[in-house]
């Protein structure tokens, strides 16, 4: 299966490709603020790329859950500028982390690649937007909106969460592709911790197999409160070995792109899995 982006087609049945996670933000769950200052973000995004990242995934806006809502101008000046700067010093492939199209449309033009949206592509200029630029999309499923999606997440207990995403994921494809976006570019993410229990979340984790086959499968789970509560590690930032072993099994299970912060570790899970 391939995953075409701007400037490069990923060939998926060659590996696990790691997007490794930039967080330019003060309050994200485990690392926010670290990387906030454009020399700080560059040179954790060039250490992620060494070790072994394809895609550097950058977000200025926090979804954890709570997490306060920004403006356009707010988020493009948080990630334009570390997107520009590493556009000039790496020729890897660069993800921006939005639900807004106007965004979107200011990391494309300074040198972005993919566009990771959560709120799944709903929005017809964003659509619009990535198409006509030839944008990689990832579409992720998340029940609400992120600042009450974790207040009761509920679903048919006939098909459970599973079946409702698999349907969310095929309702998503039907609409993309009669929008005019290329399936070729999409890729979809299940969305670990949006709008989930974790109870759900244990369900999904298990049933990565069972998710639909005909585009490529985004896992985000690093460092996520499901982690921390099948370890008891309540520090996010202690999470990573969980987070690697979790890694391993998901690409077992087909799983082709793994979101992370810690890359070496992911990097060196999938090259164990896929040797054994």
């Known amino acids: 299966m391939i995953w075409k982006t701007r400037r490069q087609t990923l060939d998926l049945s060659q590996g696990g490709i790691v997007m490794g996670i930039l967080n330019a933000t003060p309050d994200s769950f485990s690392d926010g603020g670290k990387y906030s200052l454009i020399h700080q973000?560059?040179?954790?995004?060039?250490?992620?790329?060494?070790?072994?990242?394809?895609?550097?995934d950058i977000g200025g806006e926090s979804t954890r859950p709570g997490a306060r809502a920004i403006d356009v101008a707010e988020e493009?000046?948080?990630?334009?500028?570390?997107i520009r700067a590493l556009r000039d010093e790496s020729d890897i492939l660069i993800s921006i982390d939005t639900s807004k199209a106007a965004v979107a449309e200011a990391a494309i033009d300074a040198g972005a690649d993919i566009v990771n949206d959560v709120t799944g592509m709903r929005d017809a200029k964003m659509v619009r937007l990535c198409s006509d630029a030839g944008a990689g999309v990832c579409v992720m499923h998340m029940q609400g909106e992120p600042r009450t999606m974790q207040?009761?997440?509920?679903?048919?207990?006939?098909?459970?969460?599973?079946?409702?995403?698999?349907?969310?994921?095929?309702?998503?494809?039907?609409?993309?592709?009669?929008?005019?976006?290329?399936?070729?570019?999409?890729?979809?993410?299940?969305?670990?911790?949006?709008?989930?229990?974790?109870?759900?979340n244990l369900e999904l984790l298990r049933s990565l197999g069972d998710l639909q086959k005909t585009r490529p499968i985004l896992?985000?789970?690093s460092r996520k409160s499901v982690i921390g509560k099948l370890t008891g590690e309540e520090d996010p930032l202690r999470r990573d070995r969980a987070t690697a072993i979790m890694t391993a099994l998901a690409f077992k299970r087909g799983i082709s792109i793994h979101r992370v912060h810690?890359?070496?570790?992911?990097?060196?899970?999938?090259?164990?899995?896929?040797s054994l």
Request: proline content about 4%.
């Open 262 to 274: 810690d890359v070496k570790g992911a990097v060196e899970a999938i090259r164990i899995a896929q």
């Open 41 to 56: 973000a560059l040179g954790r995004a060039m250490e992620m790329a060494e070790e072994g990242a394809q895609i550097i």
């Open 76 to 82: 493009i000046e948080r990630t334009v500028p570390i």
């Open 219 to 221: 896992l985000g789970v």
């Open 151 to 200: 207040q009761n997440p509920c679903y048919d207990e006939r098909g459970g969460v599973v079946s409702a995403i698999n349907a969310f994921f095929a309702e998503r494809l039907v609409s993309l592709e009669a929008s005019g976006m290329n399936p070729d570019f999409i890729c979809l993410d299940p969305g670990i911790g949006f709008g989930k229990s974790y109870e759900h």
